[in-house]
Every structure is written in structure tokens, then in C-alpha cells.
T-cell receptor, first 115, second 117 residues
Framework: AQTVTQSQPEMSVQEAETVTLSCTYD???????LFWYKQPPSRQMILVIR??????QNATENRFSVNFQKAAKSFSLKISDSQLGDTAMYFC????????????FGQGTRLTINP | DAGVIQSPRHEVTEMGQEVTLRCKPI?????LFWYRQTMMRGLELLIY????????DSGMPEDRFSAKMPNASFSTLKIQPSEPRDSAVYFC???????????????FGAGSRLTVL
């Protein structure tokens, strides 16, 4: 079974700083997708960024980028020039391409951006 | 597209009552998922459907929970009878579920917050 682990329950940085959220996962599959979702206080789950395992290039979306290390099964999220609106819970998630099509989530990291 | 629509947004009920949560997926999406979120257990997949057919309901906690998808545009999650430990936020999500790079990208509804007294 796939598992996703986020080892940082909470993080806090100052506005405009760069912050990196960690995520590791365990799977025996070779092809899969990885995601970061953001959940602000409104509780809406918002897709931040996704990475296909077969792509070596790390995904980027404006201020958000990932460091995908397939061999190490690591998938960290870097937020550059952090903004107050980035304050939220961040969830790392995994879904396999073959077999069960279930999106498995980590426990989340609560990120606070301080003014 | 209006996205995934869930109702009600909030529900407060008493123990023993029946609760029905509703979901309208994004038009054209073939896969639908029900998740439950609690502080203790995080986000748990309860059940998911492909083309209206339940594929995996191993996450449904017990027989008090049931889910249906009578057509491609509607799904329900029912709890009968409800108990205080069922208090949580219930999310519905849908995905295209077909080939292509976006097949496995889930779009979530706003969630239904259930409180069972």
C-alpha cells in the first residue's frame, strides 16, 4: 500500500521568505503522480502543483516549485517570496497510474506566513 | 464550469438521525470520490466511483455508511444512524478519469461540515 509522510506538522516564516515543505512517500509502482494541495481557512482544497513521476524535470508554478527525487521517494515543495495568502494547510498526495486509482494524502503541514 | 458542488455546507443533527450529503461532479468527469477529514485521522478516502460504478469502498467505516451514484451528475453519501464520532468535514471530488495528463487530477468541492450532537 502507498503511504505519504509529511514530517513537519507546523512551520512559520516571515513574509517574503522562502520556505520548503517536506514530503516522502512509499510505493512499489514506477509510474504515478504527486501533488501538493493547499487548504486555506475556507477549507477549500486547492491544487497547487503536480508532478508526473516519469518526468525528470521538476514542476514549477509561479512562486511554487518542487524538488522531486524519485530514487529517494522525496517530493518537497518550495514557496518563494512567501505571501500572507499562502497561510494554509498543505497536503502532499500520491496517486498511482496502475492499480487502485486512489489519491493518498499525507497528514499535512500547517504553514503560517507572518507579516 | 461551476466546479464540484456539495450540499449542504453545514449540517447539525442529533445522534441517531439520518444524514444525506449530496454531490454534483464536474460535467464530463468519470471518477467521483468521497473523502472524510478529521483532526485525528486527516483525509481518508471513503469510496470512489468510475463511470457511476463503485470501485473501492474499503474506506467506508461501517455499515451505517452508504454511497450511491445513480447517474453521472449526482452522488449521495448517507449515514444512518449518525453518531457523534461521525462529526467531520466530508469532501466530494471528481476527476476526468481517462487517458491524458489530467486524468488523475482531482477537483474538490467545498466540503460539508457535519456535526452530530
Amino acid at each position: 500500500a502507498q503511504t505519504v509522510t509529511q514530517s513537519q506538522p507546523e512551520m512559520s516564516v516571515q513574509e517574503a521568505e522562502t520556505v520548503t515543505l517536506s514530503c516522502t512517500y512509499d510505493t512499489s509502482e514506477n509510474n504515478y503522480y504527486l501533488f501538493w494541495y493547499k487548504q486555506p481557512p475556507s477549507r477549500q482544497m486547492i491544487l497547487v502543483i503536480r508532478q508526473e513521476a516519469y518526468k525528470q524535470q521538476n514542476a514549477t508554478e509561479n512562486r511554487f516549485s518542487v524538488n522531486f527525487q524519485k530514487a529517494a521517494k522525496s517530493f518537497s515543495l518550495k514557496i518563494s517570496d512567501s505571501q500572507l495568502g499562502d497561510t494554509a494547510m498543505y497536503f502532499c498526495a500520491f496517486i498511482g497510474i496502475q492499480g487502485a486509482q486512489k489519491l493518498v494524502f499525507g497528514q499535512g503541514t500547517r504553514l503560517t506566513i507572518n507579516p | 464550469d461551476a466546479g464540484v458542488i456539495q450540499s449542504p455546507r453545514h449540517e447539525v443533527t442529533e445522534m441517531g438521525q439520518e444524514v444525506t450529503l449530496r454531490c454534483k461532479p464536474i460535467s464530463g468527469h468519470n471518477s467521483l470520490f468521497w473523502y472524510r477529514q478529521t483532526m485525528m485521522r486527516g483525509l481518508e478516502l471513503l469510496i470512489y466511483f468510475n463511470n457511476n460504478v463503485p470501485i473501492d469502498d474499503s474506506g467506508m467505516p461501517e455499515d451505517r455508511f452508504s454511497a450511491k451514484m445513480p447517474n453521472a451528475s449526482f452522488s449521495t453519501l448517507k449515514i444512518q444512524p449518525s453518531e457523534p464520532r461521525d462529526s467531520a468535514v466530508y469532501f466530494c471530488a471528481s476527476s476526468p478519469g481517462q487517458g491524458g495528463s489530467g486524468a488523475n487530477v482531482l477537483t474538490f468541492g467545498a466540503g460539508s461540515r457535519l456535526t452530530v450532537l
